[in-house]
């Protein structure tokens, strides 16, 4: 080895995935010092994320300490090893969830915390190859609707939120009046002008418009068919006996959704990569919905102290013109959510803290270790909907006992 040059070396390692370069750099000192190249690491998460191709990504990938860092943060997934086993009625009935992490404590961490500060970079990939790449800076809505953003149920969609390279500059522009119009027309109810209330109502008007026409955009444009490997699929009876197409559509797809924390310098892979949970035929016989995620820790932010993170996918089966009697998949939905043990949604001021806990929890490159996690908190949402259902049919009883009782006492008083 001593006879080669670094140039060989160096050609050899920038072939070679993320976990082969990690092991490589442990060989020896040659491998060791030419795994620390930026532009290594580079290759490797652009092969393994597209999104992380474009120069707005690459620059923010910088600023938080390299694309190195950002591989070994990223790649492994994330791995909740404390899911409690929590008993429906230990659940502290005078602390709801929206004044659980109301006291000084939240307030100044919240205060740490802003939806600008995240950025979600997601890629989907169907057997290898990649079908969707998108990215959103910041917390949609989170600042132009700011009074109802941390009552409402956290969510990002990607659709509703991700804009083509070139619209992207003039719907932030868009979103940023928007913003300021609303906050000058709560301060200016009594100064200003009837003419400029009007105006301030065109503008967000338009700004609404403008962004539904971008979401639009992106709506049913992602098509997986024959060509990208789908098996043919003719008729959708034949399809709920066997099976096929499903199948291959939960094996065949790949989801990865990173969140940036800008300020914090930290990153997360929130997905699961694999599909771990699935419907056929939902809502509709056109749909197929699966869904991918992780459990987080939430302590200190609500009661049962774990939340899981639910990535939601939804196809929808169309007839392809000019392909005979084949179908194709249209990829309809894609969104990010928060639930609790109890699957109650968890709102946007939790959903911040929620998310800002993520990126600092253990990590592990064992998939079986993120799968079991899921099953335990599955296992635990169980046991409490098994409770409270005792739980209410024991009131019930003791309601009817009461009045059947009431009923005996007010008979014996008129004998």
Not at 167 to 180: M, P, S, T
Not at 188 to 213: C, F, K, Y
Request: charge should be negative; aromatic fraction near 10%; charged fraction near 25%.
């Amino acid at each position: 080895m001593d006879a080669l040059s670094n140039d060989i070396f160096y050609d050899i390692l920038r072939r070679v995935d993320g976990a082969t370069l990690a092991s490589a750099s442990c060989a020896c000192a040659t491998f060791n010092a030419i795994s620390k190249e930026e532009r290594l690491w580079e290759d490797v998460c652009s092969s393994m994320w597209p999104s992380t191709k474009r120069e707005d990504v690459k620059t923010l990938i910088s600023s938080t300490g390299g694309f190195k860092k950002f591989y070994a943060n990223c790649f492994p997934l994330i791995v909740s090893k404390d899911v409690p086993v929590i008993r429906w009625t230990e659940y502290p009935e005078e602390c709801t969830e929206g004044e659980y992490n109301y006291g000084d404590e939240g307030d100044d961490e919240l205060e740490n915390v802003s939806p600008s500060d995240f950025v979600s970079i997601v890629d989907i990939k169907y057997k290898e190859k990649t079908i969707c790449s998108k990215v959103i800076w910041g917390i949609p809505n989170a600042n132009v609707y700011n009074g109802w953003f941390s009552e409402c149920p956290f969510r990002i969609d990607l659709f509703a939120c991700s804009y083509r390279d070139d619209d992207h500059e003039v719907a932030q522009n868009g979103c940023q009046e928007l913003a300021i119009s609303n906050s000058e027309e709560e301060h200016a109810n009594d100064v200003m002008p009837s003419s400029i209330h009007q105006d301030l109502s065109t503008l967000r008007s338009q700004s609404l418009r403008m962004e539904r026409g971008l979401q639009q955009k992106f709506v049913g444009e992602v098509t997986l068919s024959v060509s990208e490997g789908l098996p043919p699929i003719t008729s959708l009876e034949r399809e709920r006996k066997d099976g096929k197409l499903w199948q291959e559509l939960r094996d065949g797809i790949k989801l990865s959704w990173i969140i940036v924390n800008s300020k914090a310098k930290q990153a997360a892979n929130l997905s699961s990569w694999c599909a771990i949970d699935g419907q056929r035929h939902w809502p509709t016989n056109k749909d197929f919905l699966l869904q991918f995620g992780s459990v987080v820790p939430a302590k200190e932010i609500l009661p049962y102290r774990v939340v899981k993170c639910i990535i939601a996918m939804k196809f929808r089966v169309i007839d392809v013109e000019g392909s005979g009697t084949h179908m194709a998949l249209n990829l309809t939905d894609v969104c990010m959510q928060l639930g609790d043990v109890e699957g109650v949604h968890v709102n946007g001021r939790s959903g911040l803290l929620v998310l800002k806990e993520a990126l600092r929890c253990d990590r592990s490159k064992n998939y079986g270790l993120v799968v079991e996690s899921c099953r335990l908190y599955s296992k635990a949402q169980s046991e409490i909907k098994k409770e409270k259902i005792r739980h209410e049919n024991m009131l019930e009883r003791l309601h009817i006992l009461g009045g059947f009782t009431a009923f005996v006492l007010v008979f014996c008083y008129f004998l």
